[in-house]
């Protein structure tokens, strides 16, 4: 059954990217799955120009590979690649925190108490879009104090495999699922209650305790992932 495309200024190539993007975030299309640009243009009753456009955004955001004469899969993130994207987050965010003296507008400060409520929520709900769409919304604030634009962008080059990451992270909890919470009274889990430190931090004022926060923050969820992967590999090797 054809999905119905939707009726905006969204282009063919944009709905089957976003669709294609959260099938990968969610982890409904698995790591090395390959796409064929037939099926998925039949799917979507379309051509395979906007396939092939969408397939080449995500490969530029890295959530898909490409091999001349092969074609796509979707991407097998390392812990390699987990590691850099969550030192270069936290390294860029740590830069601009410093560069603004920790000092954010009280319309960022709302915008980031409200993101807190909706990644929680979205975490509940099983959410994985809204949890990440939030979590960046909560970052975003930090980035932007420092009024910088090209460092706006080169976190907003990470942004893309911030899902992926996410996705990642879910996996840790669930193979970790004893790992020790400091977050009992904040449901949604040990990132709501991070999140929340971070803000109260930075309402504050207090630079030092928001950047060893955000290392802390990133630290631990790329140790996390990294045992996620060695985790797999020794499932792996015990089939």
């Not at 390699?80 to 270069?88: G, I, P, R, T």
């Amino acid at each position: 059954m054809q999905e119905q495309r939707k009726a905006s200024n969204t282009t063919t190539s944009e709905i089957v990217l976003e669709s294609l993007r959260e099938q990968i975030i969610n982890g409904t299309l698995q790591p090395q799955e390959k796409l064929v640009e037939a099926e998925i243009a039949q799917k979507f009753g379309l051509s395979r120009g906007p396939v092939r456009e969408a397939l080449r955004q995500l490969a530029f955001e890295g959530l898909v590979d490409y091999c001349p004469n092969k074609g796509c899969t979707v991407a097998l993130l390392s812990p390699q690649d987990a590691y850099e994207v969550f030192f270069l987050r936290g390294s860029l965010e740590k830069l601009a925190i410093q560069k603004s003296n920790c000092r954010l507008s009280d319309y960022s400060l709302m915008i980031m108490e409200a993101s807190i409520e909706d990644f929680r929520k979205a975490v509940l709900a099983g959410n994985t879009m809204k949890a990440v769409h939030a979590d960046e919304t909560f970052h975003l604030q930090i980035i932007h104090s420092a009024q910088l634009n090209r460092l706006t962008k080169m976190w907003e080059l990470l942004s893309p495999l911030n899902g992926a990451m996410f996705l990642s992270v879910q996996n840790a909890n669930r193979l970790e699922p004893n790992t020790p919470d400091p977050s009992t009274s904040h449901k949604g889990g040990a990132a709501v209650w991070t999140h929340q430190c971070l803000l109260e931090a930075i309402r504050i004022n207090d630079l030092q305790a928001t950047c060893d926060l955000l290392d802390q923050h990133y630290e631990e969820t790329g140790r996390r992932v990294y045992r996620l992967s060695l985790m797999k590999e020794a499932i792996g090797d015990g089939d």
